[in-house]
């Protein structure tokens, strides 16, 4: 399972660096600006990453829901509580994002897995 | 100001009754799911309804902004907590979630002035 | 509310002239499959009249959603059979179609009273 | 052919059991709304799986698509019929769906290989 | 027809100075990489603006398509120009764009009014 | 790195030859009147290809994006000019985009190996 994880954070960081190494201002301060829109603020980090990650399942795109599970996970995100995200995702945004739920829980499992599971406490 | 929160509601609960008055079984679960998935859980209320703020945002639906925000405003979400999720609006899905985000700033003030600033408190 | 009918056909029929009239070949090209794939075939008008609308519904467009309305007005689809569209466009499409909903309910209501109710026969 | 038939529904049943299995009621209702919302009512199981076929072809979800292509083809749906399913697909989605009828066709094939080809009766 | 051009432009001028007045570090650094985007560089003013139309029209935004259509005329764009533009918007992006482009097609109109109209040259 | 290139070509080639022997008029149409609307006309057939890629971008869809990123390479864009079409894409799309724009630079580095290197001239 855990070759889930390794295998996308290898070729995410690798087209990361070829992205960011091809000088154009756009793409590196669009990077900048996603750092700083995550770190702690009015909201704490794990809002902000639920939030990376509702946003993600609503608009459908597995990596960017991978890179936000792990945060999450990250975070100290409970079981209850990634599912209740998963939720709210699959009300707003419909029977079409279920596909991308069942990748989401493969993928919280893998992360459960290697780095254990997060404990509930508010 | 008031009288664009006021329009809203008023067009909103009329035609949601006639949803419900069709006695369409799929439409009425829906809308009950969507009471249930807004409930206090392991998840607090307030952060479910910027979860569903960013989703109506980044898929850009105005009356469904319109209503999280209000709710947002009941939740006692400041100023600068509803900015922050705008910030991670518009770095997820893009610029061209700026107009929703004009006419949300503009709904946020007539909700401010109508209801009172709330003022943050973590 | 056949003033809400009369307003939306007027501007669509002007504009649609200007947009002929431009002398595009692929705008031109694209109106004609558009008339092309509604006709009768394998499938009845009446189906594709409703695959149209559900489409319309869950890529969230207000103006295709009015025009398949009242093409299915026209094939003498019923109330039970209307809101059974809705369903599934709600269900697929998730919440986020909801304010859209509200909008055909009543877009419907005005075409069933402009041309009466049609009543339901398989 | 068959293989890729039998992965996906590998998968998904797998799946859809975890995420049943989490006993988070906002999921599973929105399961049994989805079970509800193509059952035989004022319209048929057919024209319902079509209405869940095209929706899942405008929105783009590959898995989606292969789950309402095995309906339609329990349902009888026949090649011409499928095809004139497909071709408002693309003219409503535009383009952008061309590369998900690719994976539709190959998959309908597999289907007609592995339950034989329907035949249409109208 | 100017009333157009100004109302949108007024209450654009005036929501966005809301926006970066809120003192959101995340909403003002996108404003600016907005602004680094469509400058000049290995690719034209020109060419830049017409990417931003054809994605605001495929992505159905009605308020950034005016925005890059003021731009485009700006730039010297001719009918024909921006009508090919509109070809891809509407191949691409299907004929849920057609409203859309309906809009767009009066907007053009209103451009061309106030400020005379284009002539191509390459 | 070019088997990246010949799988996607020959798949779709392979699969474009059922879609056009299935003998579905709208099908067929919609294949012309895309190889019409890319075909050089007001705008240079150059210009036309970064308007189908950054569709394909905001779009999200990765096929599409492979399709319009070998044209570009034929047309002579050079990497700046690429990396140009990406920056806004991403920023008009959002970082949602990124994940594509990471497989997008990947192809692009195959065709340069494979093609040779575009070097800018305006």
Chains 1, 2, 3, 4, 5, 6 share one sequence.
Not at 57 to 73: A, E, F, P, S
């Amino acid at each position: 399972m855990s070759k889930l994880i390794e295998e996308f954070q290898d070729y995410r960081s690798r087209m990361n660096e070829k992205i960011l190494g091809a000088d154009n201002k756009v793409m590196k301060r669009i990077y900048s600006v996603d750092t700083l829109a995550y770190q702690e603020g009015a909201l704490s980090v794990k809002t902000k990453e639920m939030l990376g990650l509702v946003s993600s399942m609503v608009l459908r795109c597995d990596d960017c829901i991978k890179y936000h599970l792990k945060k999450c996970h990250e975070e100290g995100i409970s079981n209850d509580e990634i599912f209740e995200v998963f939720g709210i995702a699959n009300l707003v945004g419909g029977t079409i994002v279920i596909p991308h739920t069942r990748r989401a829980v493969e993928y919280w499992e893998a992360l459960n897995e290697k780095y254990g599971v997060n404990t509930h406490t508010n």
